[in-house]
């Protein structure tokens, strides 16, 4: 199985000029982690992202939410190619400590993994696990 076919789509985008307030509104009301800033005129090419977490932290720090996302986004974006397979979108999400990741597909925005989404699929699970015997039977990756 591959990241095609577990990426959510479309993902939910927002424009860079689009307001934090604005932002975590959108969060709320489609009930996601993450929104995906493009620009109107380029919208299948990512520039950042914007987590709840990242709302979260905004609002602890006093950062004004009429500040456009393009202002406070996570870039780059960590992608994955559609083509890639589901183990490694997870030691993606892995290795960057993150929950969600955009999957493009040919260099163009394509979708979003969750974590919850791979953890959600039983198959994907039992792939993951397939996956983590190979890599114990070559024994631990040196960091």
Known sequence: MNAETLARKPPITVDKATTL???AKTLAEKKIGIVVVVDKNAPDTPLGVISERDIVRFLATGV???????????SPVITVEASEPLWKVAEVMRSHNIRHVVVTKGGKLYGVISIRDLIGEESVLRGLMEYGEKIEERGPAAD
Do not use: F, R
């Open 21 to 23: 307030k604005d932002v």
């Open 64 to 74: 004004d939410l009429n500040s456009p996302a393009e202002k406070y986004m996570t």
